[in-house]
């Protein structure tokens, strides 16, 4: 099994962003006539592995996030607080006044509907019968002068996603990854292997080689 998702991870469908500014991990699910929404990136990865129990669950002490945060330790301790700070930032966003922090969420219900086409690629990935509908729920737009990042979001989408649920976690991991890459299929790689259970060497060489940028990708 730890073969065949590392394979994926080497061969995940690439489908390009528009720019760097906007990633297409900002998307959310809704297949049948479920009444939640599902992370784009978590769709593409589940259907993969067939043994879910390979992701991990939200037991003991960890929630997905913790998860990451504690495998992102590992890596570095400054890219862990990096991704400690993203998150809170995102949690705290209607309270978003502070100056200091990079990352700034501003409400919006104007985002663009910017990837239509993956529609029919994901159409037969939904496990529940039925249409399948595609939101936009965040759109991330960097500063020209400075670091400061801008994360424009629809409120009364991110409602309809269970803050517990592991699909806020690799919503979150994936914007949080375009200040490492430029590749909506890298990212869609290192989110896997940071919601992966087990932690062989390849998977950590990987983390290890975008996270402290040691590629040009």
């Known amino acids: 099994m730890t073969t065949l998702i590392y394979l994926f991870l080497m061969n995940l469908i690439k489908i390009e962003a528009s720019s760097f500014s906007v990633g297409n991990g900002g998307q959310i699910v809704r297949c049948g006539n479920s009444d939640y929404y599902t992370s784009l990136d978590y769709i593409y990865i589940r259907n993969f592995i067939s043994n879910e129990n390979s992701l991990i669950k939200a037991i003991d002490k960890y929630s997905y996030i913790d998860f990451v945060h504690e495998k992102l330790k590992k890596i570095s301790p400054e890219i862990?607080?990096?991704?400690?700070?993203?998150?809170?930032?995102?949690?705290?966003?209607?309270?978003?006044?502070?100056?200091?922090?990079?990352?700034?969420?501003?409400?919006?219900?104007?985002?663009?509907?910017?990837?239509?086409?993956?529609?029919?690629?994901?159409?037969?990935?939904?496990?529940?019968?039925?249409?399948?509908?595609?939101?936009?729920?965040?759109?991330?737009?960097?500063?020209?002068?400075?670091?400061?990042?801008?994360?424009?979001?629809?409120?009364?989408?991110?409602?309809?996603?269970?803050?517990?649920?592991?699909?806020?976690?690799?919503?979150?991991?994936?914007?949080?990854l375009w200040n490492y890459t430029k590749s909506t299929e890298t990212n869609r790689k290192l989110n896997a292997i940071l919601h992966h259970r087990t932690n062989n060497l390849n998977e950590f060489e990987m983390l290890n080689k975008y996270l402290n940028n040691t590629s040009n990708d």
């Open 80 to 176: 862990a607080s990096d991704y400690n700070a993203f998150i809170q930032s995102f949690f705290l966003r209607e309270k978003n006044s502070n100056s200091q922090s990079r990352y700034m969420w501003l409400e919006t219900r104007f985002l663009p509907d910017l990837y239509l086409y993956e529609k029919n690629v994901i159409s037969g990935k939904c496990k529940l019968g039925g249409g399948i509908d595609i939101a936009l729920v965040i759109v991330r737009k960097e500063g020209q002068n400075d670091d400061t990042i801008t994360f424009y979001y629809d409120e009364e989408l991110i409602q309809k996603v269970n803050p517990k649920d592991i699909s806020t976690s690799f919503l979150l991991t994936h914007e949080w």
